[in-house]
C-alpha cells in the first residue's frame, strides 16, 4: 500500500505541469519518473501473479500473456466470440498487458455481478484503470464522482423544462455544421460534425448561451474528450512501471484545465458572486439551472469556490457526454444513411407524434420506431465490446463456481450477448424496428417499458445494467433521439457509396464509427 500511495502521489504531482517544462529536458522529472517507475515495477509483477483458475484465451508461445494482450487489441471481437462458443457461456479470461479480465458471458452472473456491493466489486477502480485516469481527467475526479449523482438526478429531472433549449441549440448547431441546400448533396465528414453538434447541445444545458457557441470551448470540450480516449488507449498498451514516466509527456490535462478555466472563469466567478449574494441558498428565484449551479451545490466545501476544480468537472462531464454520445449517433446515422428504407416510416411516425403533442420530451418518448432503430443500433454495433467493468476488492466466488481473488478483474462480455441466436432472433442482422416489434407484441405495460432505448437488462449491456448503468443516459437518449427526428424531417441521407455502412473500428474492446466516412446531405423541400 505504501508503494502504491508514493506513486499515486508522484503521479498526482505530475498532472499538475506544464506540458513546456515536461518537454524540456529536466533531470528532476527524469529522477521521479524513475523512481515511480521501479515504484510501479512492483505493482506490475504482483498484478501479474494474482490467479484465477479459469480457462484461458490469447497465452501462447514464449510470451504467454504478453503477446496475447496485444493481439486483444487487434483481434478481441473474434477472441470473445471464441470464448463464448468454446466454453459454451462459461467464464472464461483474457490478458491485457498488466492483468487478466475474467469474462462472464451468462444473463444469471450478470445479474450477480449487479447485484454485488461495491466493497466486493467496484465500478468506480475498474472505470479509474481503463480511462487511465491519472492522466486524463485526473483520480480526484474519478475516484470522487459527484457529478455523476447530479447527472443521475438534477440533469434528469430537468430533461422536460430544459427540451426547448435543446431543440433550439440543435436547429442552430446543424445549420452551422451541415450546410446542405435544396436539389444539391453536400458531402460532410460525418464524426467531427457531430461532436461539435453534441458539444453544443450538451453545454447548452452545460453552460448556457452564450459560451455554447463559443468555437474556442467547443474546440477544447471535443479535443478534452478524443484525447482523453486517445491517451487511455497509449497508456494502456504500456507496462504499468512506465506509465508516469509516458503518462507525464502525454498528459494535455494541465494545459485543457487552463484553457477551460480562461473560458470558464468569468462565469463560475458570477455564479459565486450570486451565491455570495443570496447567502448561498440552495434555490432562488430565477437560479440558472445548469451544470455549473448543480455542481456547486454538490460541490464538497474545498471545491465550492474554486474555479480549477469546477473547470475539472466540467471537462470531465464533457469528456463522458461528448465521446460516448458522438460515437454512438454516427453508429445509427451510417445505419440511415446506408439503408433508406428506414427514412419514410420514422418520418412518418415522427410527423404524426409532433402533430399531436408538439415538440415535447413526452413526444419523443412516444417516437417508438425511432428509439428502437438508435436502441438497435447500440445493440447492433456498441462502443465496447465488454460493459460492466469491476475490478475485485475482496475475494469472491460466483454462482458457477469461479473464485475471484481480491485484484482481479471482471467483464461482461456484451458483444456476444447482443449477438447470440438464443437472445435476439437473427442476431447478426440490423432490423431497426426490432425492439419497437417487442414493445407492440407485449402482454404488458412492463413489456414495452423493458424495450425502451433507457432500459437495461442482463442481456441488453450497451449502458451497463443496475445501478452503476450510465448515469447519463436519459439525457443522451433524448439529446440522440431529438437531433435524428432533426435529420430526418430536415434532410435527405446517402452514403457516398449508396447502400454500402462502412465498416467499425475496432481498438481492443472498443468499437468506433468509421472516422473517415462521409455521408451525402440534401435538404428537404
Known amino acids: 500500500m505504501a508503494f502504491f500511495n508514493q506513486s499515486a502521489d508522484i503521479a498526482n504531482t505530475f498532472m499538475g505541469i506544464d506540458s513546456s517544462i515536461l518537454n524540456g529536458a529536466n533531470a528532476q522529472f527524469a529522477i521521479a519518473g524513475t523512481v515511480v517507475a521501479i515504484v510501479a515495477a512492483f505493482q506490475y509483477i504482483k498484478a501479474r501473479n494474482i490467479k484465477v483458475e479459469v480457462p484461458t484465451l490469447c497465452s501462447y508461445g514464449i510470451l504467454g500473456s504478453y503477446s496475447g494482450a496485444y493481439e486483444f487489441l487487434v483481434n478481441a471481437k473474434a477472441i470473445l466470440n471464441e470464448g463464448y462458443k468454446k466454453y459454451n457461456l462459461g467464464t472464461f479470461k483474457i490478458p491485457v498487458l498488466e492483468r487478466w479480465i475474467v469474462i462472464v458471458s451468462k444473463p444469471e452472473l450478470v445479474e450477480e455481478i449487479r447485484k454485488a456491493p461495491d466493497d466486493k466489486f467496484s465500478f468506480t477502480e475498474a472505470a479509474h484503470d481503463i480511462i487511465a485516469a491519472r492522466w486524463t481527467i485526473g483520480s480526484n475526479v474519478a475516484l470522487h464522482s459527484y457529478h455523476f449523482s447530479i447527472i443521475r438526478s438534477q440533469l434528469t429531472r430537468h430533461l422536460g423544462s430544459l427540451f426547448d433549449d435543446v431543440r433550439d441549440e440543435i436547429m442552430h448547431a446543424f445549420a452551422d455544421n451541415i450546410p446542405a441546400k435544396e436539389n444539391e448533396w453536400v458531402s460532410v465528414s460525418v464524426l467531427p460534425a457531430v461532436r461539435n453538434i453534441v458539444s453544443r447541445t450538451s453545454n447548452r444545458i452545460f453552460v448556457g448561451l452564450p459560451l455554447c457557441r463559443n468555437q474556442e470551448y467547443i474546440d477544447l470540450s471535443v479535443q478534452f474528450a478524443v484525447t482523453c480516449v486517445q491517451t487511455s488507449q497509449l497508456i494502456n498498451r504500456l507496462p504499468t512501471f512506465l506509465r508516469p514516466i509516458v ?78 454520445s458522438s460515437n454512438s449517433f454516427v453508429h445509427a446515422l451510417y445505419h440511415l444513411a446506408a439503408e433508406p428504407k428506414y427514412a419514410e416510416p420514422l418520418r412518418e411516425e415522427i410527423e404524426r407524434v409532433i402533430k399531436e403533442e408538439g415538440w415535447t420530451k413526452v413526444a419523443l418518448t412516444n417516437m417508438w420506431k425511432l428509439d428502437s432503430f438508435m436502441k438497435e443500433s447500440q445493440r447492433y454495433n456498441g462502443i465496447t465490446m465488454l460493459t460492466m467493468n469491476r475490478k475485485v476488492l475482496a475475494d469472491y466466488t460466483l454462482s458457477d463456481g469461479t473464485f475471484l481473488p481480491a485484484g482481479s478483474y471482471v467483464a461482461a462480455n456484451a458483444e456476444t450477448m447482443h449477438h447470440d441466436e438464443a437472445h ?26 423493458k424495450h425502451q432505448m433507457v432500459a437495461t437488462t442482463p442481456d441488453y449491456l450497451a449502458f451497463g445494467h443496475g445501478r452503476h448503468a450510465c448515469p447519463g443516459r436519459f439525457f443522451a437518449v433524448n439529446e440522440l433521439k431529438a437531433m435524428m427526428a432533426y435529420i430526418l424531417l430536415t434532410y435527405d441521407v446517402k452514403m457516398e457509396v449508396e447502400g454500402v455502412r462502412p465498416p467499425n473500428v475496432h481498438t481492443g474492446a472498443r468499437v468506433s464509427p468509421n472516422p473517415d466516412a462521409k455521408i451525402l446531405f440534401r435538404k428537404r423541400a
Open 247 to 324: 503518462g507525464a509527456f502525454l498528459t494535455v490535462a494541465p494545459r485543457s484545465i487552463r484553457q477551460g478555466m480562461t473560458l470558464l472563469g468569468p462565469l463560475v466567478e458570477e455564479r459565486i458572486r450570486d451565491y455570495d449574494a443570496h447567502g448561498w441558498a440552495k434555490d432562488w428565484p430565477d437560479k440558472p439551472a445548469d451544470m455549473i449551479s448543480w455542481l456547486i451545490d454538490e460541490a464538497p466545501e474545498n471545491e465550492k469556490r474554486s474555479v480549477r476544480e469546477l473547470t475539472k468537472r466540467m471537462l470531465s462531464v464533457n469528456f463522458a457526454a461528448i465521446h460516448t
Open 424 to 449: 435476439y432472433a437473427h442476431a447478426n442482422t440490423f432490423e431497426g424496428f426490432r425492439f419497437a416489434d417487442m414493445r407492440e407484441e407485449g402482454a404488458d405495460e412492463h413489456a414495452a417499458t
